[in-house]
């Protein structure tokens, strides 16, 4: 059981470059998360998902697209790499269980020059 | 909106208890979460009240009370190891379910 994964661990861009990052669960989650984290500021939910197909945007969407063809995937991009856009990058996903549990993959560290 | 705070940073001695507070404006939510991140790790889910009160879970206590808006997570006993960095979260009733929110995170340094 691995869990939670994320693709790459690492990754640095220039200014205006784009990227996908993937996640990929394998836990038959039904909710999926992308989060950014900055240095002061917690985890800020960018988008989620609640089921194959079905995308919505959370706290900091602007910037970002996602996908969710397949339940065990769900994808972030960056279309227009901006230097704000610098960060940690987390995923995660939970059950529909009562308890809020989510479980995170070991995040993205991502440089945009 | 609606916000939760924490105190950014904590200091105590091994063997010692900590408290974190956290504290809300919102008006409904199902249930309040922890979770620990050490540095470069990802978060790790602690504990979860969904009803007022107290839940133990080893040396980790959370309490819960949504008259006072208030929770904290208490960590008893504590070990060099339990330096980090902890995260509360709710998750609305009046967002669509999955969608969370979480504190700015309390920074725990345990000191010998």
């Given at each position: 059981n691995a869990g939670v994964t994320q693709t790459p661990k690492f990754r640095v861009l220039k200014t205006g470059q784009s990227m996908t990052l993937l996640c990929?669960?394998?836990m038959n989650h039904e909710y999926m998360y992308w989060y950014r984290q900055d240095p002061g500021m917690g985890l800020r939910l960018i988008h989620y998902s609640v089921g194959e197909g079905t995308?919505?945007?959370?706290?900091?969407?602007?910037?970002?697209?996602?996908?969710?063809?397949?339940?065990?995937?769900?994808l972030l991009g960056l279309e227009s790499a901006a230097p704000s856009?610098?960060?940690?990058?987390?995923?995660?996903?939970?059950?529909?269980?009562?308890t809020d549990t989510q479980y995170f993959g070991p995040g993205t560290r991502l440089t945009v020059l | 909106g609606q916000s939760l705070e924490q105190p950014s940073e904590v200091t105590a001695?091994?063997?010692a208890i900590v408290q974190i507070?956290?504290?809300?404006?919102t008006s409904g939510f199902y249930g309040l979460s922890w979770y620990q991140q050490h540095d470069g790790g990802a978060p790790t889910f602690l504990s979860y009240n969904g009803l007022d009160g107290l839940e133990e879970t080893g040396r980790f206590s959370s309490f819960l009370?949504?008259?006072?808006?208030?929770?904290?997570?208490?960590?008893?006993?504590?070990?060099?190891?339990?330096?980090?960095?902890?995260?509360?979260?709710?998750?609305?009733?009046?967002?669509s379910w999955g969608k969370f929110q979480f504190g700015a995170g309390t920074q725990v340094v345990v000191t010998p």
């Open positions: 990929a669960q394998d995308t919505a945007k959370g706290e900091v969407p602007d910037g970002y697209n996602v996908s969710r063809l397949k339940k065990q995937n769900f856009q610098t960060s940690v990058y987390f995923c995660a996903s939970s059950s529909s269980g009562p | 001695v091994e063997g507070n956290c504290t809300y404006q009370s949504r008259s006072d808006s208030y929770g904290y997570l208490l960590l008893q006993e504590l070990q060099m190891k339990d330096s980090a960095s902890y995260f509360c979260a709710v998750r609305r009733t009046t967002d």
